[in-house]
């Protein structure tokens, strides 16, 4: 059966009919007859459809009674539906009536005024053409007619149809209700602007709209059913606080409205708003106070987690080995860093190698793979061991045959042994006439650099840059110490690494030359390294092809940070920009707040640190310096010496004492710990020479040593405390005291021994008993501010930071000298 609905909705309706049942005899049912005549158990409807289903007949009739119910409630809604849509056609359709009805009313309304207006402009016209007849037809020589007689009279006007305006009388207004100050406009002024609603209201109150009454419904069953009450159980969270926060992210932190944090403020009488900075303390009170726990953590939390998690075994997979050729000057480590290039079986592919940046991946023979770190005169490489990270995971020391282990060969081991990584040692030159190759594995004995051949576990490789002989030996040293250190990294994780190098090149911006440890850099990763950051927009590698990934131990040129990193920092990826300018402010404020802290000092300048002893800006009582000598008996004399001049209060140390010139990594050592540089007999090359310019470190040459001995000397003395001595130089009465607007009290004194000097020490005496200790802060004869204050004479004084004298109070005028101290 089909049904049908307004807005030509329809729905298909089962019917079901049912029959009359026979009853027999006795109230039993007859039983039916079959087609044999024989009689049939009675089967129901209901009973074979839920047969044909496969469900039970009670299962079928729950079934046809929930579809039943719903059908009912359907055309309820129907019906409640249609009555809602009836009264809102009829409510438009009244509305527009009088809408409408309004208008004509203000229409007519018009009409009727317009009408008005104009038959009152005829007859004043017809008043007026009367009025000037009769002047004319009375003469030239009358005199002016009164203005009040020249009106037409109002009854007149009245009796001729006009409407005449009248005033009322204050008793007529009293008696009609008004008042004499009712606004112009009245009641229809105060009513406002016209609106539909207020067209069409009558003074029957506003009726509750259907969708109110379900709302109110709803919340009244939600009531029931959480047990009766309105508001919930509040929750306690616990609160993470940093150092700093504004009261809006507590209030966010804590799941509370601002406005509510906000006046909880203002009732402690702090008047702040939603943006205003409040410390952890006042933080913790707040949140307490809401009855939440308070979990504090410190500033330097946001670079927990940079480093990542523990890579599982499982995800390791073999890396190249990162390797760094050091050794000193002319022992032919640039011959072998080239030689080297030239074993990369894909330069001969690409033509050749142009070498853009300090690191570069050569791929062997064999298919090996090695970055090697181009660090000339180890700069880098000091830089990345004074910021505690090392990238290298092996060094190649190279060694000239004709010249043996020189000083800075010996400085390289010890950079090696710090950064505890392995060594594999090349003699270099060994096609020279005086090569000697076993001389110079002997002279590495010294240095606790002991090779295979002498029982050691330092590989030794012969090799000769010049002729490119024993380059293949070398390079299979190098894997098979890689082998040994089982390189392994997750490519699969977030990058880090460290940073080789940077420069700010003027086409691209600020350009970092970065090696990865672990996981692979992208194009778009952000990356933090130091206290810069930025999107990787870019990467190159060394012969200038662009990069979609660097895997691990991979070189490349990373484009899109904000400023150049310093060598030596490491790099890490993070997830969001949010996070990456949180740590690189941290680090920021940390690094402004290490040099507003160290200063000039950090510049190693010994008239500056003597500037900083005088004025008790420092603590310091021991001098580290950095001694360079032209033998090793003169280091030692400069070493020993200076332990002489030593005391228990101040005490010279030389931190590092070597022969030879002053390189760059005796730069960074005096840097990184603040020491001048005592260079005996030796001179600095021009790489050191800029490179201490650059960063302030002084480095100070002599030839005599008691030169150097006395100018240390000198520098102890100056750290030492000076000795004070106090001198008495005269007294004064308080005669007066005056109170001075700005000034405040005022001392009129008279001098009664010796002098009384302006900024000298004073003492307050009240019955023999002292009872301030300060300065002089004014002394004044007259109106005049004086130098100084003979006996006899009388004076004006002021006190520094103190106003509690008395008439009769005594002063004691003195002076402290300041004898400095020197070393014997």
């Known amino acids: 059966m089909k049904q049908s609905f307004s807005h030509g909705r329809s729905k298909q309706v089962v019917v079901e009919k049912k029959k009359r049942r026979m009853v027999g005899p006795g109230g ?148 009609s209700g008004e008042s004499s100050s009712k606004p112009r406009g009245g009641e229809r002024r105060r009513r406002g602007k016209l609106t539909i609603a207020s067209a069409l209201g009558d003074d029957t109150e506003r009726q509750r709209s259907l969708a109110s009454v379900r709302r109110a419904r709803e919340r009244e069953r939600e009531r029931r059913e959480s047990g009766g009450s309105d508001v919930g159980e509040k929750v306690s969270l616990e609160v993470t606080l940093p150092e700093t926060i504004t009261l809006q992210d507590l209030a966010g932190r804590m799941k509370e409205r601002v406005a509510d944090v906000v006046k909880f403020m203002i009732q402690q009488g702090e008047m702040m708003r939603g943006n205003d900075i409040i410390d952890a303390d006042t933080a913790e009170i707040i949140a307490e106070e809401f009855g939440h726990t308070v979990k504090r953590v410190s500033e330097s939390d946001v670079e927990i987690g940079l480093e990542g998690e523990e890579d599982d075994p499982k995800d390791l997979s073999p890396r190249p080995p990162i390797v ?50 181009d660090t000339p005169g180890h700069a880098a490489f000091s830089a990345m061991r004074a910021r505690g990270a090392t990238a290298t995971d092996i060094v190649v020391l190279v060694v000239a045959a004709d010249d043996g282990a020189m000083p800075q060969t010996i400085e390289a081991i010890n950079h090696a042994k710090a950064a505890e990584v392995p060594i594999i040692v090349a003699v270099n030159k060994i096609d020279l006439p005086g090569a000697n190759p076993d001389k110079v594995l002997t002279d590495l004995l010294q240095h606790d650099v002991q090779v295979e051949a002498m029982g050691g ?254 100018d240390v000397r000198d520098t102890l003395s100056g750290m030492l405390a000076p000795e004070k001595r106090e001198t008495f130089i005269g007294y004064a009465e308080i005669l007066e005291v005056f109170n001075i607007t700005k000034v405040g009290k005022v001392a009129g004194c008279r001098v009664t021994e010796g002098v009384v000097k302006r900024g000298c020490g004073v003492r307050l005496l009240r019955d023999d008993v ?3 200790e300060g300065m002089l802060k004014t002394l004044k004869r007259f109106k005049d501010e004086v130098a100084e204050v003979s006996n006899g004479t009388e004076c004006g004084m002021a006190f520094e930071k103190y106003d509690d004298i008395r008439q009769g109070d005594r002063i004691e005028c003195f002076e402290v000298e300041e004898i400095e101290r020197r070393l014997e």
């Open 457 to 710: 576990e330092i590989q030794a490789v012969p090799v000769s840059a010049l002729q490119k002989t024993g380059l293949d030996q070398l390079t299979e040293a190098i894997t098979l110490q890689a082998e040994l250190l089982e390189l392994k990294a997750n490519p699969k994780r977030a990058a880090d690494g460290v940073v080789v190098e940077s420069q700010l090149d003027k086409g691209r911006g600020p350009v970092a030359t970065v090696l990865v440890k672990r996981g692979t850099l992208k194009r778009g990763d952000i990356v933090v390294a130091g206290a810069q950051w930025g999107k990787v927009r870019a990467l190159v590698n060394e012969r200038g092809k662009q990069l979609k990934e660097a895997g691990p131990s991979i070189p490349a040129e990373v484009l899109g940070l904000d400023g150049a990193p310093d060598p030596g920092e490491p790099f890490n990826v993070v997830d969001s920009e949010a996070r990456a300018r949180e740590i690189t402010e941290y680090r920021q404020r940390q690094k402004r707040q290490v040099q507003g802290k160290a200063g000039a000092a950090a510049r190693a300048s010994l008239e500056q640190l003597m500037t900083k002893l005088k004025d008790g800006a420092t603590e310091t009582s021991e001098l580290p310096v950095v001694v360079k000598g032209d033998v090793q008996g003169s280091v030692e004399a400069i070493s020993q010496s200076l332990e002489k001049i030593s005391t228990e209060e101040v005490r010279a140390s030389v931190i590092h004492g070597a022969v030879g010139g002053i390189s760059e990594s005796d730069v960074l050592l005096a840097q990184s710990t603040g020491a001048p540089i005592f260079a005996f007999n030796v001179r600095a090359n021009k790489q050191a020479r800029d490179l201490a310019e650059q960063e302030g470190v002084e480095i100070r040459y002599y030839s005599v040593i008691y030169d150097l001995i006395d």
């Open 770 to 772: 002292v009872i301030h």
């Open 28 to 175: 039993a049912t007859a039983p039916s007859k079959d087609s044999s005549g024989g009689d049939k158990p009675k089967v129901s409807k209901i009973a074979e459809a839920a047969k044909k289903l496969g469900i039970t007949e009670a299962e079928l009739r729950a079934r046809q009674a929930a579809l039943l119910k719903r059908r009912e409630m359907e055309s309820k809604r129907e019906e409640e539906a249609k009555k809602v849509q009836d009264a809102n056609a009829r409510l438009r359709s009244e509305q527009e009536k009088k809408v409408q009805a309004v208008k004509e009313r203000e229409e007519a309304d018009a009409r009727r005024k317009a009408e008005e207006e104009a038959r009152l402009a005829e007859e004043a016209a017809q008043a007026k053409a009367a009025a000037e007849s009769k002047n004319k037809s009375s003469g030239r020589g009358a005199a002016t007619p009164d203005p009040a007689e020249a009106m037409p009279d109002p009854s007149a006007l009245e009796s001729m149809g006009g409407r005449v305006k009248k005033s009322k009388s204050r008793d007529d207004r009293d008696r």
């Open 324 to 373: 760094t050729i050091m050794g000193h000057v002319d022992h032919g480590k640039t011959s072998l860093l080239d030689a080297l290039r030239e074993t990369d079986v894909v330069s001969g592919e690409a033509g050749g190698i142009t070498q853009h940046i300090g690191a570069y991946q050569v791929t062997l023979k064999s298919g090996d793979k090695i970055s090697f770190l």
